[in-house]
């Protein structure tokens, strides 16, 4: 169900990404496609009912592709739309501030962050 525009583009916006699974899952999909275990295994915390909910929507909104391969056992692949893509400079300054924000409070990056900044820019 594709989400209900508002008169403020902010809203709009925040309407599609602020669900807290939702922003992560777009983070793990901007490093490239993940099968439905890999974003399980990345996010956790989330149940198998909650990420499922999550993807359907996301699709359902435009904002991944979901493709499925007839093998046994059968293989799911996520990966975002070109809607989805051009959310990357909005996710792109939410990384950009909360690392400002760690540096000022001492905390160091890893390799896994610094993986994702380049995947943003």
């Not at 807290?20 to 399980?40: A, S, Y």
């Not at 956790?44 to 359907?56: C, E, H, P």
Request: net charge positive; aromatic share 6%; charged share 25%.
């Amino acid at each position: 169900m594709p989400v209900k525009t508002c008169a403020c583009p902010v809203e709009t916006t925040l309407s599609l990404i602020s669900n807290r699974w939702v922003v992560l899952i777009l983070r793990d999909l901007f490093m490239g496609t993940k099968r439905f275990g890999e974003l399980k295994k990345s996010l956790s915390g989330i149940s198998q009912k909650v990420l499922t909910a999550n993807l359907r929507a996301m699709e359902e909104q435009g904002l991944i592709t979901r493709a499925v391969y007839p093998e046994v056992p059968p293989r799911v692949e996520y990966a975002l739309t070109d809607l989805g893509l051009s959310l990357r400079p909005v996710i792109a300054s939410m990384f950009d501030w909360g690392m400002a924000y760690k540096e000022k409070n001492g905390e160091a990056s890893n390799e896994i962050i610094e993986a994702l900044g380049r995947a943003l820019h």
